[in-house]
């Protein structure tokens, strides 16, 4: 686990990474870790397969800043475990890419994706009491979607998300093969025929089942 004392006076460099794929599985947890490993595998999969078609090394990256913060909030926080916040991280910012799709909760609850994480909070709250690490990994996406979208397309910003040159190499660049998924409109010129992704089209009116 996440711990400030073994990690910072006895030098166990590892804790930060093992603290991500650590989890107490009991009785109590069982449930929820299955649950943790769905929404991982369901909406990671839909970014790489979507907004970051074809760019492995930008995920990968986007993926190192959320743990990164997730790390330093854990410090901060005493938070040992960092599997809820980072799961919650990229659900959020599939969720935000994806405003308007229609997701489906348990006993056949649907409404748009935008609102998905905040139901997830609000429902960890009622049954367990909890829903810090809800919150942190939603303040972790939402930074992270702000960097990565808002900040250089919507306000004119560079992008301070860009993956470094060695992480390109050992990630290169694939061809794109389809995908989902709308980022926010950027208030940047296009060039002919095109869009500032490239002329891709990423599709919009996707609507798609989630747990």
């Given amino acids: 686990m996440l711990d400030y004392y073994s990690f910072i006076k006895e030098f166990q460099i590892w804790r930060p990474l093992t603290a991500l ?9 069982g449930f929820h870790f299955l649950v943790n490993c769905y929404f991982l595998y369901n909406y990671s999969q839909r970014l790489e397969t979507g907004m970051f078609a074809g760019k492995p090394a930008d995920y990968f990256y986007m993926l190192l800043f959320n743990w990164f913060c997730c790390v330093v909030i854990g410090l901060l926080v005493n938070l040992p475990i ?39 909070l609000a429902f960890n709250l009622v049954l367990s009491g909890g829903g810090m690490m809800e919150m942190l990994g939603i303040m972790v996406g939402h930074i992270s979607f702000f960097l990565l979208f808002k900040y250089p397309q919507e306000f004119g910003g560079p992008s301070l998300l860009t993956p470094p040159e060695f992480l390109k190499r050992i990630f290169p660049d694939t061809r794109y093969v389809g995908g989902f998924g709308t980022a926010p409109q950027a208030r940047v010129p296009t060039r002919p025929g095109g869009t500032v992704f490239g002329g891709h089209n990423w599709g919009r009116g996707q609507t798609l089942g989630g747990n």
């Fill in 21 to 29: 794929f650590f989890y107490p599985i009991g009785p109590g947890t």
């Fill in 82 to 120: 960092l599997m809820d916040p980072m799961v919650l991280s990229v659900l959020y910012v599939w969720c935000q890419l994806n405003k308007d799709v229609i997701v489906s909760f348990w006993f056949g609850t649907r409404f748009k994706a935008m609102y998905l994480p905040w139901v997830l």
